[in-house]
C-alpha cells in the first residue's frame, strides 16, 4: 500500500464518520423540536381555552354591570321625584 490509497481510506473513513454523527445529531434534534412542537400545541390550547374562559367572565361581568347601571339610574330618577 502506498501513502495515497492510506490517505484516500483515512479520508473515506473520517467522511463517513461525520456522515454519520451528522445523520444521528440531525435525527435527535429533529425529535427533539417535534416534541417542543407538540408541547407548544397543547399550551396554545390551553391557551385559548383560557382566553374563552376570560372573554365569557368578562361578557357577563358587562352584562351584570349594565344592570346595576339601570338600576342605579331608575333610584337616581325615584329619588329626583
Known amino acids: 500500500m502506498n501513502t495515497y490509497t492510506i490517505t484516500i481510506g483515512a479520508l473515506t473513513l473520517i467522511s463517513t ?3 454519520i454523527l451528522f ?3 440531525y435525527n435527535q ?3 427533539y423540536y417535534k416534541r417542543k412542537c407538540e408541547r407548544h400545541d ?3 390550547e390551553q391557551l385559548a381555552t383560557a382566553n374563552d ?3 365569557d367572565l368578562f361578557a ?3 352584562r351584570k354591570n349594565a ?3 339601570a338600576k342605579n339610574q331608575e333610584i337616581q330618577q325615584l329619588k329626583t321625584k
Open 67 to 69: 344592570k346595576l347601571l
Open 17 to 19: 464518520g461525520f456522515g
Open 42 to 44: 397543547a399550551l396554545n
Open 29 to 31: 434534534l429533529k425529535k
Open 23 to 25: 445523520n444521528v445529531k
Open 60 to 62: 357577563e361581568d358587562k
Open 53 to 55: 374562559m376570560l372573554r
